[in-house]
């Protein structure tokens, strides 16, 4: 289904159709359906780290697929999405501050005030840690535009 609206979606932009498309309400890239590119966004809490998710436990949650590394991962984050969810749908943090959006590298990341924040690339990650507190606040003033554009 969602590769449909995708593919539909690069049709229209072939054919030279114009027309403002709100963002998904959670960045999974052009041709997927997974969150976070596929890793489990309660590892980042729980591990510290980016961990490759597993097919065997997922669910569905915000119009994405979120994959986990372990059943107990999987049952965290169905009792608390909205807890281990990365901010701004998992697009790029730095990126949304910008009243912009782009995509993520997963092992970019941030947990700040116990929220998960990701980033696009190692340079804007720098730029990010380097005043992160008035990224967010940009970022929080932004997000909701971005979703209704």
């Not at 597993?54 to 169905?78: C, G, H, I, P």
Request: charged letters at 20%; aromatic letters at 16%.
């Amino acid at each position: 289904m969602r590769r449909t609206y995708h593919l539909s979606l690069f049709i229209l932009m072939l054919l030279g159709v114009t027309k403002a498309w709100a963002i998904d309400p959670t960045y999974t890239g052009f041709f997927s359906d997974k969150a976070i590119k596929g890793y489990d966004t309660v590892a980042y809490f729980v591990e510290g780290r980016a961990v490759k998710g597993d097919e065997r436990y997922k669910t569905e949650y915000q119009q994405a697929v979120w994959l986990f590394s372990s059943r107990q991962n999987l049952d965290l984050f169905l009792r608390e999405p909205d807890k281990y969810a990365p901010q701004y749908g998992g697009y790029c943090a730095y990126a949304i501050a910008q009243n912009k959006t782009a995509s993520i590298q997963p092992e970019l990341f941030t947990i700040h005030q116990g929220k998960l924040y990701l980033n696009y690339s190692p340079s804007i990650n720098q730029k990010w840690l380097a005043d992160k507190d008035s990224y967010i606040v940009d970022a929080d003033k932004n997000w909701p535009a971005l979703l209704q554009k």
